[in-house]
């Protein structure tokens, strides 16, 4: 047989629809931080929620008041932590990363990309796909602490100075 029961079907099917409007209406409620890509913690919050959400609908033994009230508590302590975060520099050291600079002015930084592990070929086939720019238009390229990479053209003498923080 494919599955247990109707009965068990149908609660499957109620709870998806429970949960899946209770998600949005948390989502909604809590902000675009909750699904943003600002940092590992956001990504585990969302992650998180995501296994909340599954279990929620398929497991008998987790009741939808249980599940709203998991990923409620874990949409307030994002909220906790990204005020932390806003408000105290410790708190924001802990959670982001810091930005690294992985190729400038024509040199790939090869110490910088062993550290990210990033090669030669990510940072050439993000600058394609960044308007078909090719790496000689390009003046820097930086690892942001999200996981993305900036591709950065033609700049002043004073921004590439301050791209040297990077480092």
């Known amino acids: 047989m494919f599955f247990k029961s109707f009965e068990s079907v149908v609660q499957i099917i109620i709870m998806a629809i429970l949960v899946y409007f ?19 913690f956001d990504f585990v919050v969302t992650v998180t929620m995501g296994s909340i959400a599954a279990t929620t609908i398929l497991s008998v033994a987790t009741t939808f008041v249980d599940g709203v009230i998991a990923i409620v508590s874990l949409v307030i302590l994002q909220y906790i932590v990204a005020k932390l975060d806003a408000h105290f520099n410790f708190v924001s050291k802990i959670l982001k990363s810091n930005p690294t600079l992985v190729y400038y002015e024509g040199e790939f930084l090869e110490d910088n990309m062993k550290k990210m592990r990033i090669t030669k070929q990510d940072i050439i086939q993000e600058t394609r796909q960044v308007g078909g720019t090719v790496l000689e238009n390009v003046q820097a390229v930086i690892l942001e602490s999200n996981g993305k990479l900036s591709i950065i053209k033609g700049l002043d003498k004073d921004k590439i100075k301050q791209l040297k923080k990077y480092d």
Do not use: W
Not at 25 to 36: D, V
């Open 22 to 40: 209770s998600v949005i209406l948390i989502l909604r409620t809590s902000g675009k931080r909750t699904l943003s890509d600002l940092n590992a």
